[in-house]
């Protein structure tokens, strides 16, 4: 598709559940990146991926949360036993492999944690 | 302090008129500078980015930016009631990662 596609859009699930979200970004774009924003708040940085580096993961609030992207395309996010404190919009954003260039979101997924 | 700061607002501005939004940053190694429109319930657009010191104008937008202040601002000009949303500084300093701000609010009345 022409832009980043996410899914689930919505994901309600009990507390302590696993949840994954996906995040499928712009063809051709090499970076992708995920970001959380809670009700009311800005976006918090959690997890960038460019071609085949390492992961930034410096963002990721506590070891529940893991993200791959396999292929340098695809990335799943996963929040492992989730809390309540997890409910948030959860939004992927894809850039070139230029570091000048924007980032261009996703939908997101409104995750809810009952 | 926060990386980078922004007035949450609400902003609110008669339509027609100028709204200003300003965003200032710590890291003095940034180097490039987004604006993105949120509008309630939906994801960041892409507004404006800017590199060079001074003033970028795209249709009713004019992004400034002043490095050595270490500010940068967003004016829309002839305001409209759709351009009602929450407005997002993100500044890049070393690396690829965005460092965004708050948001600010705008309110524009009819």
């Known amino acids: 598709g022409a832009g980043v596609s996410q899914s689930p859009s919505n994901k309600v699930t009990e507390k302590g559940k696993d949840v994954e979200l996906r995040c499928d970004p712009i063809s051709g774009h090499t970076a992708l990146y995920w970001y959380r924003q809670s009700l009311g708040q800005g976006l918090e940085f959690l997890i960038y991926?460019?071609?085949?580096?390492?992961?930034?993961k410096s963002g990721l609030p506590s070891d529940r949360f893991s993200a791959e992207r396999t292929g340098g395309s695809v990335s799943t996010l996963t929040i492992q036993r989730t809390q309540q404190e997890d409910s948030a919009v959860y939004l992927c954003a894809s850039s070139s492999v230029d570091s000048n260039q924007p980032q261009h979101f996703g939908d997101g997924t409104r995750l809810s944690i009952l | 302090q926060k990386e980078v700061e922004q007035n949450s607002g609400p902003l609110s501005v008669p339509e027609g008129a100028i709204a200003s939004l300003n965003c200032t940053y710590s890291?003095?190694?940034?180097?490039?500078f987004f604006w993105y429109r949120q509008y309630s319930g939906k994801s960041p657009e892409l507004i404006m980015f800017?590199?060079?010191?001074g003033d970028k104008e795209d249709g009713r937008f004019t992004a400034q930016l002043n490095k050595a202040s270490q500010y940068v601002s967003l004016l829309i000009r002839d305001s409209q009631p759709s351009d009602s949303a929450t407005y997002l500084c993100?500044?890049?300093?070393?690396?690829?990662?965005?460092?965004f701000g708050g948001g600010t609010r705008v309110l524009v009345k009819p």
């Open positions: 991926f460019q071609g085949n580096s390492a992961p930034d």
């Open positions: 890291d003095r190694g940034s180097q490039s």
């Open positions: 800017i590199y060079s010191n």
């Open positions: 993100a500044v890049r300093a070393a690396g690829n990662k965005l460092t």
